[in-house]
């Protein structure tokens, strides 16, 4: 069974305004109401693909209630553990330009922290969990971890998509799966690039701190694939982009999709991006047909060993 966990869901309210002006009256020509959050974005990805998948975290108040109506309309499994305070709201603005505006989050009590870790705690051996996104202010630092020490302690295993100390905390304990992209890769080691080669050395480093399986996103050059056999880059598939949400998302799912029935990283490296430019190229995630016309023209070269 395939896990995912998000600490931090909302409800990410699209809004289209042909020509936005700041301090005047803007009508919106179209909107659209989607359940949002990382681990949420990956579990619809794998409904779609027909993997099971159980989706844990966070959900309070009506807009709570609202993404957990969605999801099982969708026919998700969930099992979020209730908390009192409202589930947050994310506004993705797009004009000329996109512009974003996230939701703090809700207060956390402790109470409601130990019931996520018993959900947890079901995972066995030969599981996957996909810890994904930010947490809310209020959690006490170091949560990832705490719930990794479950995982692991579980012989499951798991895939962690966040930024920074969360990030770098993780690796020593063998994740399947990291995914930043380019520019969370440079911020994590505290440096700058000007080319794909200099990010193969870094790519590398994760593999050597950690990390076995490796996806850098690097939006219109496409995504590289370190592994311990080789370093592999995928094309760029080209049509319309409608949507940056989701994406990095829509990758992992495929990518563990297709890992745990086949154990072949470069097929599942064909899958996710299929899948994660499936949702660069539509308003909500990707469609299961969307990701079956894209599968077919993905292109991996290995670049070097």
């Given at each position: 069974m395939i896990y995912t966990v998000t600490l931090n869901p909302s409800i990410d309210y699209i809004v289209h305004v042909d020509d936005f002006k700041p301090g005047a009256v803007n009508r919106m020509n179209k909107d659209f109401k989607f359940p949002g959050g990382k681990g949420i974005n990956v579990s619809r990805i794998l409904k779609r693909l027909a993997v099971p998948s159980e989706a844990l975290g966070f959900l309070g108040g009506f807009t709570g209630g609202f993404i957990k109506d969605a999801l099982q309309t969708e026919g998700l499994k969930c099992a979020f553990t209730p908390v009192a305070d409202d589930t947050r709201i994310n506004i993705k603005l797009?004009?000329?330009?996109?512009?974003?505006?996230?939701?703090?989050?809700?207060?956390?009590?402790?109470?409601?922290?130990?019931?996520?870790?018993?959900?947890l705690s079901k995972v066995q051996s030969g599981d996957v969990v996909v810890l994904?996104?930010?947490?809310p202010a209020s959690l006490r630092k170091g949560f990832y971890q705490e719930l990794i020490t479950i995982v692991k302690d579980?012989?499951?295993d798991f895939v962690i998509d966040t930024t920074g100390k969360d990030l770098a905390d993780a690796l020593a304990f063998g994740p399947l799966l990291v995914k930043p992209n380019n520019h969370e890769l440079a911020d994590l080691y505290d440096t700058s690039f000007e080319s794909i080669a200099d990010?193969?050395?870094?790519?590398?480093?994760l593999l050597a701190d950690g990390?076995?399986?490796?996806?850098?996103?690097?939006?219109?050059?496409?995504?590289?694939?370190?592994?311990?056999?080789?370093?592999?880059?995928?094309?760029?598939?080209?049509?319309?982009?409608?949507?940056?949400?989701?994406?990095?998302?829509?990758?992992i799912a495929g990518f563990i999709g297709?890992?745990?029935?086949?154990?072949?990283?470069?097929?599942a490296f064909k899958w996710g991006v299929a899948c994660g430019s499936g949702t660069a190229f539509s308003d909500d995630l990707a469609t299961r047909e969307m990701i079956d016309s894209l599968l077919a023209e993905v292109v991996v070269t290995k670049i070097s060993d």
């Open positions: 797009k004009s000329t330009e996109e512009t974003e505006i996230n939701g703090a989050g809700p207060n956390i009590t402790n109470e409601e922290l130990q019931e996520l870790k018993q959900q994904s996104g930010s947490a579980k012989a499951a990010i193969l050395p870094y790519g590398k480093r990390a076995r399986h490796v996806i850098i996103s690097m939006a219109g050059d496409g995504a590289l694939l370190f592994t311990d056999e080789g370093i592999y880059q995928s094309n760029v598939l080209k049509r319309p982009l409608k949507n940056s949400v989701g994406a990095g998302d829509s990758m297709a890992f745990t029935k086949t154990s072949d990283p470069l097929t």
